[in-house]
């Protein structure tokens, strides 16, 4: 099966009953834990911005390997783009914020909900830029359908069924992956 009809015939069809699950469990007072919903839901209902890149790679959060290196991103160790320097040498405020994403991304209607997914990703191009957008594509329909539960969220909220709380996240910097 090729990569379009899985997308259309598996994926999208299963994500959006993976989301109808979980506000079924919503409507009931439980926050289901998973982390792409709750941390993209949480700046859809703040209409605020999700970090870029999300996981704060490069800008909030580093990676230090055993040879006191610092990279940007963990899985960066063999790639010159995430060198930022090391620990013998660089101050911390040296090397953060130092790695952006750009275009495509920055002018995206959804990068406030984004932030360009994975640094990695964004900068190697795995897949050129053709699985790039293809990879967007699948972005773009999460996006679409949690702004969908946007108003019953806020219906959910308001009567105090769920909490504002329920969707802070992360509570602290974990580097998690929130754009799949």
Known sequence: MNFERWCKEKYIPNLKKLILKWMENAERGKVLGLVPFIGILKHILRDSRIGSPPCGAGRDSISILTDGRVIACPIAVDVDWARLGDIWRNKWYEMRDRIHIGEPCKNCKYFRLCGG???????????????????????IELFDSL?????????????????WSDFDYPKFNNTTEIIP
């Not at 997914?117 to 972005?139: M, P």
């Not at 539960?149 to 769920?162: C, M, N, V, Y």
């Open 117 to 139: 997914r994975c640094l990695y990703t964004y900068k190697e191009r795995l897949w050129g830029d053709e699985g790039f957008r293809k990879i967007c594509k699948l972005s």
């Open 147 to 163: 702004i969908k539960l946007k108003e019953r969220i806020l219906d959910l909220i308001g009567s105090r069924i769920l909490s």
